[in-house]
Each structure stands twice: as structure tokens, then as C-alpha cells.
Nanobody
Framework: QVQLVESGGGMAQAGGSLRLSCAAS????????MNWYRQAPGKQRELVAA???????NYADSVKGRFTVSRDNAKNTVYLQMNSLKPEDTGVYYC????????????????WGQGTLVTVSS
């Protein structure tokens, strides 16, 4: 079974750091884009960071200069290093990945992790 498993959420004080990880497992041939989204209480889910299979990176304006996304293709894992955290970074962070595999419907799956809670206190 193909799945994304996230880890690394938790609590931090403003100005602190956390590192999130998301590992894809199962019969996967390759992974295209890998993204991090977040959903704050009472708000819509928003894209925080994206990294393509070729390494192209984009960030939401609100996290530029503070967050760093990276990936390890050998481990099918994407990371989100979050520094200088602010209370407004609080929310559930979701990993999203475009998976390619011969066992997947139409050979492709837009997969989501279960989410990991990040709470930043002032």
C-alpha cells in the first residue's frame, strides 16, 4: 500500500525551530512534485512550500527566508525545516506528493499524508 507518513510536528516557542519529514512508502517508481501545505484553525489549507523532482523550489511569501524545503530522492522523503517560527505558523501541516507507480490507478496517485500538528506559542 502506497502512503505518505509525516513526522516532526510538535510545540515550539516563537523564534524556535522544527523540522518536518514526510516519507513515501510502497511500490513507487518515482515522485514528481512534493509539497507542504498547512491549515490553520478556521482557515483554508494553503501551500507553504513546493519542490519539483528537478529541485525547483517555491515558497509562500509568508515563509520565505524562514522555511527551507528539501528532498532526498533515494529515501523518497521530503523535509521542511522551519526556523524563526511565529504563532501564525500554527496549524496542521500536510505532505502532498505526486507518486508514479505501476500498481497505482492510471499509474499515478496524488497522495496526502495524515497531517502533523505544529503549535507555536508566543
Amino acid at each position: 500500500q502506497v502512503q505518505l507518513v509525516e513526522s516532526g510536528g510538535g510545540m515550539a516557542q516563537a523564534g524556535g525551530s522544527l523540522r518536518l519529514s514526510c516519507a513515501a512508502s510502497g511500490n513507487i517508481l518515482s515522485i514528481n512534485a512534493m509539497n507542504w501545505y498547512r491549515q490553520a484553525p478556521g482557515k483554508q489549507r494553503e501551500l507553504v512550500a513546493a519542490i519539483s523532482s528537478g529541485g525547483s523550489i517555491n515558497y509562500a511569501d509568508s515563509v520565505k527566508g524562514r522555511f527551507t524545503v528539501s528532498r532526498d530522492n533515494a529515501k523518497n522523503t521530503v523535509y521542511l525545516q522551519m526556523n524563526s517560527l511565529k504563532p501564525e505558523d500554527t496549524g496542521v501541516y500536510y505532505c502532498n506528493a505526486a507518486l508514479v507507480g505501476s500498481d497505482l490507478p492510471f499509474g499515478f496517485l496524488d497522495a496526502w499524508g495524515q497531517g502533523t500538528l505544529v503549535t507555536v506559542s508566543s
